[in-house]
């Protein structure tokens, strides 16, 4: 047996033992993922609007279970509003944010009727959740569903 072949021996089990250590890739599902638990939760207000009136709709994203926001990535929320409901913002981003923690980021959204109805608003929120070992990027889509109430005409 050559030099070369008996260090192959001698590492053979050392390289078997790496292949077996769990690697975390950023983007795999976590074990409270797989058991139907995500690492974070977005909930949102919808606000009672009337025709020709303002209010503050709000989009909160808290992360759980040892996650917490990324601070130095990028967040953003994409809006797209129907005909009749106009935001302040079609765009908002991590200077937007009204409460910024480790583990929770609120955005207010302005909202403004034109049209009276029922009005969806699409709110596309990107952000990144990281813990000890592993960072995920996350993108959602979150739907607000806005009444617009007629105005009442004057007597």
Same mark, same amino acid.
């Given at each position: +047996?050559?030099?070369?072949?008996?260090?192959?021996?001698? +590492?053979?089990?050392?390289?078997?033992?790496? +292949? @077996?250590?769990?690697?975390?890739?950023?983007?795999?599902?976590?074990?409270?993922?797989?058991?139907?638990?995500?690492?974070?939760?977005?909930?949102? *207000?919808?606000?009672? %609007?009337?025709?020709?009136?303002?209010?503050?709709?709000? %989009? *909160?994203?808290?992360?759980?279970?040892?996650?917490?926001?990324?601070?130095?990535?990028?967040? *953003?929320?994409?809006?797209?509003?129907?005909?009749?409901?106009?935001?302040?913002?079609?765009?908002? @981003?991590?200077?937007?944010?009204?409460?910024?923690?480790?583990?929770?980021?609120?955005?207010?959204?302005?909202?403004?009727?034109?049209?009276?109805?029922?009005?969806? %608003?699409?709110?596309?929120?990107?952000?990144?959740?990281?813990?000890?070992?592993?960072?995920?990027?996350?993108?959602?889509?979150? *739907?607000?569903?806005?009444?617009?109430?007629?105005?009442?005409?004057?007597?």
């Amino acid at each position: +047996m050559t030099l070369c072949d008996r260090r192959s021996n001698t +590492m053979l089990p050392a390289l078997l033992f790496l +292949m @077996t250590l769990p690697i975390p890739i950023v983007g795999t599902t976590s074990a409270a993922e797989a058991d139907g638990i995500a690492p974070y939760e977005i909930s949102k *207000t919808e606000p009672k %609007l009337a025709l020709g009136g303002k209010a503050t709709a709000s %989009l *909160t994203i808290t992360a759980k279970g040892g996650w917490h926001v990324n601070p130095d990535a990028p967040i *953003t929320v994409s809006l797209t509003s129907p005909a009749g409901l106009t935001t302040s913002k079609a765009k908002l @981003t991590r200077n937007d944010l009204i409460k910024n923690t480790k583990e929770t980021a609120q955005f207010d959204i302005q909202v403004e009727a034109s049209e009276a109805g029922k009005k969806v %608003l699409n709110a596309e929120t990107r952000f990144v959740l990281c813990q000890e070992s592993a960072c995920k990027p996350v993108r959602e889509t979150v *739907t607000f569903n806005l009444v617009v109430a007629p105005s009442v005409a004057k007597k």
